[in-house]
């Protein structure tokens, strides 16, 4: 068997046979390119969009540099995946993805400039953002750039970038190890459904090796501001009614939304944990609650390198709790308030463990998993 050169194959196109156009559910798609590859390097793919009817984000993006033969499907399931978390933010905000979850999400606080939030996002997990996708919902500018271009990045997603940030990506002198950068612009992200009584016009498609498939409606958020928390509560067939004795700061508020909002793209079971607009751990793809948050705890101990790093953070929970010992290992770690969707046969076991600790504790009325 001859020898294959490995490192080949990630800078090289896996050419398929890709229809120009296809229909799919009474809609026709016209195909926008051949992908780099698909998931892996010996898969090939293309990236097709509605061919009329559409208010596109993601399927109107611009090539602004190409990198290594332009975009995987990973790279465009990155950016998919940023912007659905970032449509809601309406300050400046960051999120720094690695398949498909992101390692890092920070919003504008206390006056910060981009720069410093991308190096916020960006150092939730510097060691999970290597080789990363990061994505913003405003203009990117020539400081920012600059500091992406310090360390090794995949690609760039944004609604506009900066003369000065364009120079930057192009400056292989200045920046050599990263002179692969894909840049992708795309339209501003107000045009995307956010809310439950937001139109539609696409459909989540799953499809599998048989060829069987399933529809169903893109996620929509009921959480539309801090407003719509509901102060966790319980009426016990047998204890009785319980309700949540310390209600959140402002602060932790806003955290928690900003925490929601993050959450609806990382694969559940998932929690963020948020401090003043950043992310300090991601507990994702586990099987068990309690793991989730135990892993999200340990990725944030290690980095911050002490017992009491999360004195005063927020978690929020994509699921309900099913037992109080994911809530107690949130608050031994020094997390103060916590949001889930609410409605576990333990919910009152769980809002006890909340009231002995002093934390506050949230319902949003809506559960966020996501099993991309």
Same mark, same amino acid.
């Given at each position: ?161 900066? +003369? &000065? @940030? ?5 400056? /292989?002198?200045? =920046?050599?190890?990263?002179? %692969? ?129 999360? +004195? &005063? @953070? ?5 699921? /309900?709790?099913? =037992?109080?010992?994911?809530? %107690? ?44």
């Amino acid at each position: 068997m001859a020898e294959k050169d490995l490192k080949a194959m990630y800078r090289t196109r896996t050419e398929g046979s890709f229809p120009e156009v296809l229909e799919l559910l009474g809609r026709s798609y016209t195909k926008v390119e051949d992908l780099r590859y698909g998931t892996n390097p010996h898969q090939p793919a293309a990236f097709y969009r509605p061919s009329e009817g559409a208010s596109l984000v993601l399927g109107a993006y611009k090539m602004l540099k190409t990198g290594k033969s332009g975009l995987s499907q990973t790279n465009l399931e990155d950016m998919q995946h940023a912007l659905g978390m970032l449509k809601y933010m309406e300050r400046p905000a960051c999120a720094v993805m690695k398949h498909c979850n992101p390692s890092g999400v920070a919003i504008e606080w206390d006056g910060s400039s981009l720069a410093e939030i991308y190096e916020r996002a960006r150092d939730a997990d510097s060691q999970a953002a290597f080789g990363s996708v990061v994505a913003f919902n405003t203009e990117v500018d020539e400081d920012t750039a600059a500091e992406i271009m310090g360390t090794i990045v995949e690609g760039v997603v944004a609604p506009s970038f900066s +003369e &000065g @940030a364009l120079s930057c990506f192009h400056d /292989f002198d200045r =920046f050599k190890k990263n002179k %692969d950068i894909r840049v992708v612009q795309i339209p501003p992200l107000n045009q995307l459904p956010k809310y439950l009584s937001d139109a539609v016009n696409s459909w989540e498609i799953k499809i599998f090796d048989d060829g069987s498939l399933v529809v169903a409606q893109p996620y929509l958020s009921r959480m539309k501001s801090i407003e719509d928390f509901v102060p966790a509560y319980n009426d016990h067939p047998k204890k009785g009614r319980i309700d949540i004795g310390r209600q959140a700061t402002s602060r932790e508020l806003n955290d928690l939304l900003f925490a929601w909002y993050v959450n609806l793209h990382v694969r559940s079971n998932g929690v963020v944990i948020v401090r003043n607009g950043q992310t300090l751990a991601v507990g994702t793809g586990e099987q068990d609650r309690v793991g989730a948050v135990q892993q999200a705890i340990h990725k944030a101990q290690t980095k911050y390198k002490g017992s009491n790093s999360l +004195e &005063g @953070a927020v978690m929020a929970s994509d699921g /309900f709790f099913p =037992f109080r010992d994911a809530v %107690d290992a949130a608050t031994e770690a020094g997390i103060t308030a916590l949001a889930q969707p609410g409605g576990s046969v333990n919910d009152y076991d769980a809002i006890v463990a909340c009231n002995e600790s002093n934390a506050a504790m949230l319902f949003t009325l809506e559960r966020c998993f996501s099993h991309h």
